[in-house]
């Protein structure tokens, strides 16, 4: 398996505009997290999903943010409209089960300016 | 909740020994993760104990006193690559997920 896939590996965008990253979690895993880091708050977790389904969103900062994952290959975390605040590097990661080792992707770096 | 403390940042020699600790306030304990996550890359899975006692890895050890909600990284015959944060992780099962401490940025001196 190639391992969590996310892209774009950079994303710069300008304040206002729509930004989606994607994710591909490893195959078999019933779990998938994102998370944002940044030096200031560390690593952060934003939302899960077990098989699909989001458990836990209260990590969501606010309504400009949102998660879904369509099928057991694929998830997408849409920031709409982006803000400065937001650029940071988000994660997603996938394990068997929610509590078990995670692996994660290479990270997406956002920049928004 | 979970509440998940360990230092922010340590200093140690080329060829030495350092031990980083983690304590944790939980329930439904399922595990304790160690993570390690040089800079600008992704945090990667190091150790996991679940039952007290020492896990030992090459150069890497890792120890659990679940009675003491407490546990520790010890690295040993430090090398320059060892530089990079390490990250606790308390696994949850009512939670179903695992929380992150905040790391520890461990800096290796010639």
């Known amino acids: 398996d190639a391992g969590v896939i996310q892209s774009p590996r950079h994303e710069v965008t300008e304040m206002g505009q729509e930004v989606t990253l994607r994710c591909k979690p490893i195959?078999?895993?019933?779990?998938l997290f994102w998370y944002r880091q940044t030096m200031m708050r560390g690593l952060e977790l934003l939302i899960y999903f077990n098989n699909n389904v989001p458990i836990d969103d209260s990590g969501m900062p606010e309504d400009r943010f949102s998660a879904k994952m369509p099928n057991a290959s694929f998830s997408t975390l849409k920031i709409q409209p982006s803000e400065p605040r937001d650029s940071a590097v988000y994660f997603c990661a996938s394990s068997f089960i929610g509590f078990t080792e995670a692996f994660f992707g290479q990270g997406t770096r956002l920049t928004v300016v | 909740g979970q509440n998940i403390d360990q230092p922010t940042e340590m200093t140690a020699t080329e060829g030495a020994i350092v031990q980083i600790n983690c304590t944790y306030q939980?329930?439904?304990?399922?595990?304790l993760f160690w993570y390690q996550q040089h800079a600008g890359e992704a945090p990667t899975f190091l150790s996991y104990?679940?039952?007290?006692g020492l896990e030992e890895k090459g150069r890497f050890s890792s120890f659990l006193s679940r009675s003491k909600g407490y546990s520790y990284l010890l690295l040993k015959e430090l090398q320059m690559k060892d530089s990079a944060s390490y990250l606790c992780?308390?696994?949850?099962?009512?939670?179903?997920?695992?929380?992150f401490g905040d790391g520890t940025t461990l800096t290796v001196k010639p």
């Open positions: 939980t329930s439904g304990f399922n595990g």
């Open positions: 104990n679940v039952l007290d």
């Open positions: 992780a308390v696994g949850n099962t009512n939670a179903g997920k695992s929380t």
């Open positions: 195959s078999g895993h019933n779990s």
